[in-house]
């Protein structure tokens, strides 16, 4: 009668869009599947916990951190990725800054203009990274 929600999330699973015209600014918490065409400018970053797949259009735009178990670009980022499980790199994605995966997967014509770095703890490199937001944030 009652069913369990799914620990996976499915292939191409939707449950959140933001629209090609759609400029976001500040911090954006999401859980699920999040597919961006519009501009964020600000962190994106998955609840802890839960499943969740970044996808970035094409056209989509983020200015700011990343945090997410799984993250497919094929757009513009500019700002640091923290990807918990995998990375891929789309045809069109244009990367300025640091990669942080577990596993990455790049296609011909991607752009990165920073450093891969492969971690086995990319959780751990998330929770030292909010705790030091967290801890400037406190100071000022």
Known sequence: MFKNKPTQIAPGQVDTMIGPQVVMRGDLQFSGG?????????????????PAVLTLAENGSIEGEVHAPVVVINGELTGDVYAGERVELAAKARVLGNVHYKVVEMIAGSMLTGRLIHSDTAGEVRGAAEAAVTAHALAD
């Open 34 to 50: 999040l597919y961006i065409e519009g501009r964020i400018v600000g962190k994106v970053i998955a609840e802890p916990g839960q």
